[in-house]
Nanobody, 124 residues
């Protein structure tokens, strides 16, 4: 079975940091376009950061540029999202996802395999 499992979410104060992890099984992450997405209450799911399967190029939403960093450990078949300088507006359920197909940017509708999500809450 294709499976993605997120971890690392929690409650953090504004300005703090968290690192999210996404462990993949049933497939090799390096062969897929992969990324992080988030959904806040009452809002549409949005792409946060993605890695292309073709050339490894990265995409970041404007709202997180300079604060978040996506990375991948091929030996561990795990995806990470380092989140720094967190803001209350970063509060959301964060998901990792993957697709076999070529994707431009980070559109949620183009991704096939999804994790269960992990809650990130930024509050004082």
């Amino acid at each position: 079975q294709v499976q993605l499992v997120e971890s690392g979410g929690g409650l953090v104060q504004p300005g703090g940091s968290l690192r999210l992890s996404c462990a993949a099984s049933g497939f090799t992450l390096d062969d897929y376009a992969i990324g992080w997405f988030r959904q806040a209450p009452g809002k549409e799911r949005e792409g946060v950061s993605c890695i292309s399967s073709s050339d490894g190029s990265t995409y970041y939403a404007d709202s997180v540029k300079g604060r978040f960093t996506i990375s991948r450990d091929n030996a561990k078949n795990t995806l990470y999202l380092q989140m720094n300088s967190l803001k209350p507006e970063d509060t959301a359920v964060y998901y990792c996802a993957a697709t076999w197909y070529s994707v431009t940017g980070c559109p949620p509708g183009e991704y096939d395999y999804w994790g269960q999500g992990t809650q990130v809450t930024v509050s004082s």
